[in-house]
């Protein structure tokens, strides 16, 4: 199965971008600044696991604070290119919902906007829940349809052309916080992300010196943090509860 529409050249092109543009991507962002929160800043120890990593731009990113990072994703295609670029991490191809590890493996569990496009989404976090140590965390970031960016559904959608695969859940604070005491995980801290919320336009700037990607980043920041419930990503630290 390949959602990536293209050849392994175009790819690889995606694969640069996506690597060039990671800060100014906003799951990605609230994934580093959770991990901050609760003390991952620095060298981790344990393995790391990311699902839905797609062409491993931001697996790569992990493999800087962790040198045991493993990157699954279902598209087969996409995994072939993160392997190319990336002899540092492990990739494989797997199926979020029956993940192909032992119980108790990981010490962190990522899935970054992946989500919302997995058919039974309940049985993804369980997997994960498996995984994941006990004395491990889990960091998760969905789109919230009720935000700023409900009108960016639309282009969403559009984006399936190049590899976007369809959103099949709809969330919103609530249903997050009901989703994870369904799959036993306890929520440490649930996070809005780009309140401020221009379609794209970050990833259009070409210099991380940008005038406008610093007023964009001050105003998701500033506001963002008295109306983050607002914010078209919201990002969530959990512990997965064991023996119950």
């Given at each position: 199965?390949?959602?990536?529409?293209?050849?392994?050249?175009?790819?690889?092109?995606?694969?640069?971008?996506?690597?060039?543009?990671?800060?100014?991507?906003?799951?990605?962002?609230?994934?580093?600044?959770?991990?901050?929160?609760?003390?991952?800043?620095?060298?981790?120890?344990?393995?790391?696991?990311?699902?839905?990593?797609?062409?491993?731009?931001?697996?790569?990113k992990l493999g800087?604070r962790s040198e045991?990072?493993?990157?699954?994703?279902?598209?087969?295609?996409?995994?072939?290119?993160?392997?190319?670029?990336?002899?540092?991490?492990?990739?494989?191809?797997?199926?979020?919902?029956?993940?192909?590890?032992?119980?108790d493996v990981f010490?962190?569990?990522?899935?970054?906007?992946?989500?919302?496009?997995?058919?039974?989404?309940?049985?993804?976090?369980?997997?994960?829940?498996?995984?994941?140590?006990?004395?491990?965390?889990?960091?998760?970031?969905?789109?919230?349809?009720?935000?700023?960016?409900?009108?960016?559904?639309?282009?969403?959608?559009?984006?399936?052309?190049?590899?976007?695969?369809?959103?099949?859940?709809?969330?919103?604070?609530?249903?997050?916080?009901?989703?994870?005491?369904?799959?036993?995980?306890?929520?440490?801290?649930?996070?809005?992300?780009?309140?401020?919320?221009?379609?794209?336009?970050?990833?259009?700037?070409?210099?991380?010196?940008?005038?406008?990607?610093?007023?964009?980043?001050?105003?998701?920041?500033?506001?963002?943090?008295?109306?983050?419930?607002?914010?078209?990503?919201?990002?969530?630290?959990?512990?997965?509860?064991?023996?119950?």
């Open positions: 199965m390949s959602f990536y529409r293209g050849s392994q050249g175009e790819l690889k092109k995606l694969y640069l971008r996506r690597l060039r543009f990671l800060d100014a991507c906003p799951w990605y962002r609230v994934v580093l600044d959770l991990m901050d929160t609760v003390g991952y800043s620095n060298k981790i120890m344990g393995n790391v696991l990311e699902v839905g990593c797609g062409v491993g731009a931001f697996s790569q800087e045991n990072v493993i990157g699954l994703d279902l598209d087969r295609k996409a995994i072939n290119c993160a392997k190319s670029f990336n002899r540092d991490v492990d990739f494989v191809v797997g199926d979020a919902q029956h993940l192909p590890f032992k119980k010490t962190l569990g990522i899935c970054a906007e992946t989500l919302e496009h997995v058919p039974d989404d309940a049985k993804a976090l369980s997997e994960l829940h498996k995984v994941t140590k006990g004395s491990g965390h889990l960091f998760v970031t969905v789109p919230n349809y009720i935000s700023s960016g409900r009108f960016t559904q639309f282009l969403r959608s559009m984006l399936r052309r190049w590899g976007q695969p369809k959103d099949l859940h709809v969330y919103h604070y609530l249903k997050i916080r009901k989703l994870f005491v369904r799959t036993h995980l306890k929520i440490v801290e649930m996070k809005g992300a780009n309140l401020v919320h221009f379609p794209f336009v970050n990833f259009r700037l070409r210099s991380q010196d940008s005038a406008l990607r610093k007023v964009l980043f001050y105003l998701d920041e500033k506001v963002g943090r008295t109306l983050s419930f607002l914010g078209t990503t919201i990002g969530v630290i959990a512990k997965p509860l064991k023996n119950i």
